[in-house]
């Protein structure tokens, strides 16, 4: 039994708000700091934090509690698992309480993680050296100048150049007394065929990604171009443009963004992150003031990300390339962001244009004034999927219903009543739809007709030729249970839009969780 002194101990010694800060945007109200609750959804905030008591208290769904209750809920962890993350950070010693060979496992698992974590300091401040005196490092500073990258932002973000070398980075870890099996695992260095190791990255302009805490865990390289000097085979000819970390201890890329180091203050000053696709895209936001962005690390925007996001900002804007793959990509972010909670919007780029590209423009209508019209006008993630369908809208029938089928998953995920409401208007609207296809209404069919052959009819309101009458098209046949509350009615157009999200309690039960 752990005794209370320590417990009083390791509450007195954490600050609560920094704590609750580093999971969501506060702000000062008077005495207290207040939030939007992260343990219910709410579109005001109700969530308190009082630093003199150490104490949060929420008036919508009343959570309350100290330090340690708000870690237990934040990060779905009992008691003692909680106690001992904050006596840690705290620097307050526990006594052990565990079977003895799951504390050695523990520290063997953290004294790797030290050094693993070590390798890429090393590995980045090394990489930051050969940029400046490097042989070819010129080739990597062109490429910065030809984009206008500052001095001081290639800094802030600690962009390197990974020397045009098989051996440079294995030579200087070994000086370093790192061990080249700690070095692999980090994914620095690989095995050679005959032994020992070489380097990963060669002649690459490198991109650092760091944690959440701040530490360099992995890096993204660049290619550049090829001299006819350089040892043969350095740089394959069918080499993509960008060479990332494998995972590793440290490093799951579908749970990490690029960029957050340097955006997580300004996205909890906002609320609000912006993400877009590539690490020049970041860099290049980043240097014209929109130090909230962030980018997925060669992966889908996936919902490990999205959580992450939500710990700092309640709105996200997706700025996604302007072509069709870009497109894509948005209209996949639908989900991801209502699962976790994340309002979102969307910038629309011209055409084969991406951030980096449209703030480097000389078009006097795009670059940096451009993009904040863009980013102000953005319209809200169901809107844009309405918009782009008017696009690709043709007069048929069959398209249309496509085209509703697409929006459909996206308003139901909207929570407030009033605001999907609105979304379904604007989508019947566009698509030319009577909005009992929408909503499943059936009035004004019969009953018997309903029985009659146990096909559902929605009204899409569709003339036969010019000046014809409008005719009712059989959508699907029904299957047992699809009565009013069968199970079926999750598989009717109508709804795609139910009253509620499926699943959402559930969800509200799971996102603490992170």
């Known amino acids: 039994m752990i005794d209370r002194s320590v417990v009083d101990q390791v509450r007195q010694r954490t600050d609560l708000v920094e704590l609750v800060g580093q999971y969501m945007p506060l702000r000062r109200a008077g005495m207290n700091w207040i939030a939007r609750c992260p343990f219910h959804e709410e579109r005001t905030p109700s969530f308190n934090v009082n630093a003199e008591r150490g104490f949060y208290f929420c008036f919508g769904c009343k959570a309350s509690g100290d330090a340690l209750k708000f870690y237990e809920q934040i990060e779905g962890v009992n008691f003692v698992e909680a106690l001992r993350a904050l006596a840690e950070k705290a620097g307050v010693e526990l006594p052990e309480t565990r079977d003895p060979e799951r504390i050695a496992e523990d520290r063997r698992q953290r004294d790797l993680g030290e050094r693993l974590a070590s390798a890429c300091e090393l590995a980045a401040a090394y990489y930051e050296r ?243 019209q863009i980013l102000h006008g953005a319209p809200s993630l169901v809107e844009w999927l309405i918009s782009t369908s008017r696009t690709r809208l043709r007069d048929a029938v069959p398209q249309r219903i496509a085209a509703l089928r697409i929006i459909a998953p996206a308003i139901a995920a909207v929570r407030d009543i009033g605001e999907r409401r609105a979304y379904i208007s604007q989508a019947v609207h566009t698509l030319h739809l009577d909005e009992s296809v929408v909503e499943g209404d059936r009035a004004g069919e019969p009953p018997s007709a309903r029985a009659a052959d146990g096909v559902h009819r929605a009204e899409v309101h569709a003339p036969e030729g010019p000046g014809g009458p409008r005719r009712a098209l059989p959508l699907r046949r029904r299957s047992p249970g699809d009565g009013p509350q069968g199970p079926g009615r999750h598989r009717r157009l109508g709804a795609l839009v139910p009253a509620a999200p499926r699943g959402a309690r559930a969800r509200r039960a799971e996102y603490p969780r992170r």
């Open 130 to 372: 050969c940029l400046v005196d490097a042989p070819y490092s010129e080739l990597a500073r062109d490429v910065l100048a030809e984009r206008g990258i500052a001095e001081e932002v290639t800094a802030r973000f600690r962009l390197g150049y990974a020397p045009a070398r098989w051996d440079g980075l294995a030579e200087h870890l070994k000086a370093q007394k790192v061990s080249p099996a700690d070095a692999e695992l980090a994914g620095l260095l690989m095995p050679g065929r005959n032994g020992g190791w070489y380097d990963r990255f060669r002649h690459r302009l490198m991109f650092p990604v760091v944690d959440r805490a701040g530490r360099v865990v992995a890096f993204s390289g660049r290619v550049l171009p090829v001299t006819e000097d350089m040892p043969e085979g350095l740089v394959p000819e069918d080499a993509g443009k960008y060479i990332n970390s494998p995972e590793t201890p440290l490093y799951k890329k579908s749970e990490l963004l690029y960029g957050l180091g340097s955006a997580r203050t300004t996205m909890r000053q906002k609320a609000e992150a912006i993400l877009v696709e590539g690490n020049f895209d970041v860099v290049q936001m980043h240097q014209h003031g929109f130090t909230e962005t962030v980018a997925p690390l060669g992966t889908s925007f996936t919902e490990a990300q999205a959580r992450l996001l939500r710990r700092f900002a309640e709105n996200v804007v997706l700025l996604f390339d302007g072509d069709e793959a870009g497109r894509k990509a948005t209209a996949a972010a639908y989900s991801v962001c209502a699962e976790v909670g994340l309002a979102a919007r969307v910038g629309v780029l011209p055409a084969k244009m991406d951030p980096d590209s449209y703030l480097r423009s000389a078009d006097p209508e795009f670059g940096l004034e451009g993009m904040t």
